[in-house]
């Protein structure tokens, strides 16, 4: 059963620390996002990636890092720089334009909050 | 840079009512419209994909237009039920394979 699946669904984290939200997809997809949702607002891309071992910054990547060492996965890490990570994350992917239609696929999200 | 608008914010109908949610975006160079479910908590779930080249898709009681040279796309529910309501998002996709959503529109439906 392809799809995208995030972990974990919910998240704790203390002042200070790092965390990392894992994104594992099997549906043979080359482009994978990651976007951020908070409360009234519309999806904000934090980073992406086209390919593997390649990836650009969203528009609200500062604080945030990610890896892209496999095509299935794409890890996504909070760093203590990021001064407001309470939010819902979502891991994204795409086959893209060259050999499909560009449909979006969006795995069940992450919740982090901090204490 | 494109933006993606969608109004109303809210909506609440009577179970059975036909509705219709609206989505404009400013840049007409677009791929294609997508648009979601999202329900509170979860991820967004793909409900149609209209290519540029297309001006309609439809799935069971679901049909979505493109209008990509005035910049909108409606979706048209038809006999609503309270499994309807979720927040309905849309997206376009520009050059580059980048995605721009809107806020979206959240749907009550009354039994």
């Known amino acids: 059963d392809g799809g995208i699946t995030q972990s974990p669904k919910y998240l704790f984290r203390k002042e200070g620390q790092n965390v990392t939200l894992s994104c594992e997809q099997n549906?043979?997809?080359?482009?994978m996002y990651w976007y951020r949702q908070d409360p009234g607002q519309g999806l904000r891309l934090i980073y992406y990636?086209?390919?593997?071992?390649?990836?650009q910054k969203g528009d609200i990547a500062e604080g945030y890092s990610v890896s892209r060492e496999k095509k299935e996965s794409f890890p996504l890490t909070v760093t203590s720089a990021q001064k407001n990570p309470t939010a819902f994350y979502l891991c994204?992917?795409?086959?893209?334009?060259?050999?499909?239609?560009?449909?979006?696929?969006f795995g069940e999200g992450s919740r982090l909050t901090v204490l | 840079k494109q933006e993606v608008t969608q109004i109303p914010a809210a909506l609440s109908v009577p179970e059975g009512e036909n509705l219709v949610l609206n989505c404009s975006f400013t840049d007409s160079a677009i791929y294609n419209l997508q648009w979601f479910r999202q329900d509170p908590g979860k991820g967004l779930t793909s409900l149609l994909l209209?290519?540029?080249?297309?001006r309609e898709q439809t799935s069971g009681r679901l049909n979505a237009s493109l209008d990509k040279s005035s910049g909108r796309s409606t979706l048209y529910i038809a006999a609503s039920q309270p499994g309807d309501s979720a927040t309905y998002l849309c997206a376009v996709l520009n050059t580059g394979n980048q995605f721009y959503f809107g806020t979206g529109t959240s749907l009550t439906v009354i039994p």
């Open positions: 990636s086209q390919i593997v071992n390649d990836f």
């Open positions: 209209i290519q540029s080249s297309q």
């Open positions: 994204a992917s795409s086959q893209g334009l060259a050999v499909n239609t560009g449909e979006l696929f």
């Open positions: 549906l043979n997809h080359d482009a």
